[in-house]
C-alpha cells in the first residue's frame, strides 16, 4: 500500500539536505504532502537564499497598448481596434505618463501591453529612449517575450540583433509574462494564436546569452493539471541550469472575471495557491528569488505567501496597470514603501529595497 507519509517524508529528508527533486517526486508531494510540510521545505529553502530578507522595488507600469494581434481566452485586457475599451497612447502620451512619475524615486519602469499590429521595434525602441531621456536613473523592464519575438521577427531580424537594438535604447531587462503554460496541447487550449513555448525559452535563451537578465511567469488555476504545471517548472529549472539568467519567477493565480476561459469556473482557493507557491520553490532550487505578485493575489495572500517560500513582494506599482483589475483583482494595486514594511513584519521578516537586479538600495 503506499505510505503517503513514509514517501513524502523520503523526499522530505532530501529537500531539506539540498537535494533535488524528479519530476515524479514533485507530484507526489504536490498531491500528498501536507500543506505546513511544503511551508516548512520552502521556507528552509528560502532562507538558505535569502536569510530573512524579503524584497521589494519602487516601480510603475506602462502598458502602451491593450490592442492586440493575439486572442488568448485568458485574457480580459485585450481589445480589438476599434472596439469599446481598446487604447493606443501615442509617444507623446507615454511621456507625459513618464514625466508625472518623474520624481517620485522610481527605480524600475515596467512596460508590457499587446502585440500591436502597427507598431514596430523603432517605434518601441524610441519609448524605451523617451523614458531612459526623462528618467536616466531607472531601468527599464520591457515586453514579453511574446510582444519582443513579434516585434523582432516582424522587422526581419534574428532574436540576437533585436535584442542588441533594444539594449542599445535602454532596455535592462525581460519581465516574465507571455510564459503562460508550456504544455503544447494545453496552450493550443487556451491561447492558439500566441507565440509557442519554444518561442518564449528561445528568446530568453537569447537574452541570457547576451547578458540580459529575466523572469519567467506561469498562469496556473485554470484547466491545467498539476503535472502540466510540473512540466512547466521543469522546462524552466533546465533552461536556468544552462543559463543561468533567470532573477525570479512569478506564479500568476488565474483570475476569471471578464475572460472567456473563465466562464464556468471557479478560481482555486488560497491553499492551492500556497501550494503552488511552495512547490515552485521547491523545485526551481536553481532560481534566487520567489514572488508573490500582490496584485494578483491580493495584499492579504501575499503576505501569507511569504510564509509559503516567496522573498519578494514586487514593487510600489502607484495604480499603473490594469490586466489584473480589469480580471477581477479587488484592490487598487498601490502600496506605499510603508506597507511593504509592515507586510514583511507581519511574516517576521525584514523588508529590503532592492533594484531590478537584487542590489540594496540605502537611501
Ligand atoms: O503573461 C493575463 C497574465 C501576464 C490573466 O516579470 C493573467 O516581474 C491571471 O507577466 N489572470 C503578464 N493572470 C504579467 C506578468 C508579470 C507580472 C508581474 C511581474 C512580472 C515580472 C511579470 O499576466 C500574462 C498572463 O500570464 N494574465 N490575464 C488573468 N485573467
Known amino acids: 500500500m503506499f505510505d503517503k507519509e513514509r514517501v513524502c517524508g523520503g523526499i522530505a529528508e532530501r529537500v531539506a539536505a539540498g537535494g533535488r527533486i524528479s519530476r515524479d517526486e514533485a507530484e507526489t508531494l504536490w498531491n500528498d504532502a501536507p500543506l505546513s510540510l511544503l511551508a516548512e521545505l520552502a521556507c528552509g529553502m528560502r532562507h538558505c537564499k535569502s536569510g530573512d530578507v524579503v524584497y521589494y522595488n519602487r516601480n510603475f507600469h506602462i502598458e502602451p497598448t491593450n490592442i492586440c494581434v493575439f486572442n488568448c481566452r485568458f485574457c480580459s485586457y485585450r481589445r480589438g481596434a476599434g472596439e469599446p475599451g481598446a487604447w493606443n497612447h501615442s509617444l507623446a502620451e507615454i511621456e507625459e505618463i513618464v514625466r508625472a512619475r518623474r520624481d517620485s524615486g522610481v527605480t524600475e519602469v515596467h512596460i508590457v501591453g499587446g502585440v500591436h499590429p502597427d507598431h514596430d521595434i523603432r517605434f518601441y525602441a524610441e519609448m524605451i529612449r523617451l523614458v531612459k531621456r526623462i528618467m536616466p536613473q531607472v531601468a527599464v523592464k520591457a515586453f514579453t517575450a511574446i510582444e519582443l519575438a513579434y516585434m523582432i521577427e516582424k522587422a526581419g531580424m534574428g532574436y540576437d540583433e533585436g535584442l542588441r537594438l533594444l539594449r542599445e535604447a535602454g532596455m535592462e531587462a525581460i519581465p516574465g509574462g507571455g510564459a503562460e503554460i508550456f504544455d503544447e496541447e494545453l496552450r493550443a487550449r487556451i491561447c492558439p494564436e500566441k507565440g509557442s513555448s519554444q518561442v518564449w525559452l528561445s528568446l530568453h535563451r537569447a537574452a541570457?546569452?547576451?547578458?540580459?537578465?529575466?523572469?519567467?511567469?506561469?498562469?496556473?488555476?485554470?484547466?491545467?493539471?498539476?503535472?502540466?504545471?510540473?512540466?512547466?517548472?521543469?522546462?524552466?529549472?533546465?533552461?536556468?541550469?544552462?543559463?543561468?539568467?533567470?532573477?525570479?519567477?512569478?506564479?500568476?493565480?488565474?483570475?476569471?472575471?471578464?475572460?472567456?476561459?473563465?466562464?464556468?469556473?471557479?478560481?482555486?482557493?488560497?491553499?492551492?495557491?500556497?501550494?503552488?507557491?511552495?512547490?515552485?520553490?521547491?523545485?526551481?532550487?536553481?532560481?534566487?528569488?520567489?514572488?508573490a505578485y500582490w496584485v494578483m493575489y491580493g495584499k492579504q495572500t501575499a503576505e501569507m505567501a511569504l510564509g509559503f517560500g516567496a522573498d519578494d513582494m514586487d514593487g510600489t506599482i502607484d495604480d499603473s496597470t490594469k490586466i489584473y483589475s480589469m480580471a477581477g483583482a479587488e484592490e487598487k494595486p498601490r502600496l506605499t514603501v510603508d506597507d511593504m514594511q509592515a507586510m514583511a513584519a507581519s511574516a517576521g521578516l525584514r523588508a529590503v529595497e532592492r533594484d531590478t537586479f537584487y542590489n540594496e538600495i540605502v537611501r
Open 208 to 291: 541570457h546569452r547576451l547578458g540580459i537578465r529575466s523572469n519567467a511567469t506561469m498562469l496556473y488555476g485554470h484547466v491545467e493539471t498539476v503535472a502540466q504545471r510540473i512540466d512547466h517548472l521543469d522546462r524552466l529549472r533546465t533552461l536556468q541550469d544552462e543559463t543561468g539568467g533567470f532573477d525570479a519567477f512569478i506564479p500568476l493565480k488565474f483570475r476569471r472575471a471578464g475572460n472567456r476561459l473563465g466562464e464556468g469556473l471557479e478560481e482555486v482557493p488560497v491553499t492551492e495557491d500556497m501550494r503552488t507557491l511552495a512547490m515552485s520553490r521547491i523545485y526551481l532550487d536553481n532560481f534566487p528569488h520567489i514572488k
